[in-house]
């Protein structure tokens, strides 16, 4: 860690060093996007110091430039008082979950940290913002961490809705109960804020719904993403509700009473292909013929990490990988399901 003789550094020119790094940053990705879509973590954050060393030379941040070793908040610092915090996402939005607002790793005497964050899907773009003004929401991994939205307004951090400011939230002493005193004034009867402190997974918030309670428009969104990432559901396994019922409640915050009703009761219905009429389907396989379109956009959506994780099997052709697994896990119909979706989906043997 570099010390100063200046506690307090002018920061308007701080801000000028990073916009002219972020500069360069997109220059160099636009002339070399083969070289940058692989820094990712560590080796973005070598890059981004190496820039800002160079042109930090004949200003007050000059040899003052470092890259903090080990897992600490933030990843570069710069005359003992501002800070850089390196994001980098592998799909095209500005949204991340960031550090923990307990903040415990922070280096001591850091006052003001910047976010630099990189999208790293062509074409590769950065944005750098003060971490404070990105900071949108809270987000539960193995302990309470803000939501980081490089796109987020003016007035609607999550400062603003609690009506703290950043700095003096994070030097509380539980920086926590603020927060879910917050949410609890706008959960619903039945529902409570919750913290997982022991699973590592992720959530979408701190409060825990129940399904019918849920609108509509995302149970449907729920059911799609089921489809996905939960082929099984198609078989006729006793289990088959298992995985779908745990990610519910750890990714979605959702508690489902009745999971078989909610996704695939209904009895048998039919569609219509080429022509043709195939009636005494499935109820799920009826589902998956209505809501294709979005299913569609959903797979493409997700990151090849979760996909892998949930299908347990390297990601080479999404597509064709997810029909293969909804054709093997479904008994024998009517319907040749594989070619309607190959159709549907236009993909190619």
């Given at each position: ?54 042109k930090a030379r004949g200003t007050d941040f000059e040899n003052t430039i470092e890259l903090i070793s080990g897992q600490r908040f933030p990843d570069i610092i710069a005359k003992k008082y501002y800070g850089v915090e390196v994001k980098t996402t592998k799909q095209n939005h500005w949204i991340t979950t960031g550090n923990s607002i307990m903040e415990g790793t922070r280096i001591d005497g850091i006052e003001r ?237």
């Amino acid at each position: 860690m570099v010390i100063s003789s200046n506690p307090k550094p002018d920061q308007s020119a701080f801000s000028k060093l990073l916009n002219e790094t972020v500069a360069i940053l997109e220059s160099n990705a636009n002339s070399k996007p083969e070289t940058y879509l692989k820094l990712l973590g560590r080796d973005l954050e070598s890059t981004v110091v190496d820039i800002m060393s160079e042109k930090a030379r004949g200003t007050d941040f000059e040899n003052t430039i470092e890259l903090i070793s080990g897992q600490r908040f933030p990843d570069i610092i710069a005359k003992k008082y501002y800070g850089v915090e390196v994001k980098t996402t592998k799909q095209n939005h500005w949204i991340t979950t960031g550090n923990s607002i307990m903040e415990g790793t922070r280096i001591d005497g850091i006052e003001r940290i910047y976010l630099l964050f990189g999208k790293m899907v062509e074409p590769i773009m950065f944005k750098c913002r003060p971490y404070e003004d990105c900071l949108s929401d809270v987000v539960i991994t193995h302990s309470p961490r803000y939501q980081i939205n490089m796109e987020l307004e003016q007035g609607n951090t999550i400062f603003d809705k609690l009506e703290i400011p950043y700095d003096q939230l994070r030097q509380e002493s539980n920086p926590f109960k603020p927060i879910v005193d917050y949410y609890r004034k706008s959960i619903e009867p039945g529902e409570d804020c919750w913290w997982l402190d022991n699973s590592g997974e992720k959530s979408k918030g701190l409060i825990i719904k129940l399904w019918n309670n849920v609108s509509p428009e995302l149970r449907q969104e729920y059911r799609s993403k089921a489809i996905i990432l939960f082929p099984e559901l198609f078989s006729g396994r006793q289990d088959k509700y298992n995985r779908l019922t745990v990610w519910l409640v750890n990714l979605e915050g959702v508690v489902c009473k009745n999971i078989r009703d909610a996704f695939t009761a209904g009895g048998q219905g039919y569609i219509t292909w080429n022509g043709r009429l195939y009636d005494k389907l499935p109820r799920i396989i009826v589902n998956l013929a209505f809501q294709l379109p979005q299913i569609e956009s959903l797979l493409r959506s997700f990151d090849e990490e979760t996909l892998s994780h949930y299908w347990e099997q390297p990601i080479e052709n999404r597509t064709q990988q997810w029909i293969n697994l909804v054709v093997s896990n479904t008994g024998k119909l009517p319907l040749d399901l594989g070619a309607y979706l190959r159709a549907k989906m236009n993909v190619t043997l």
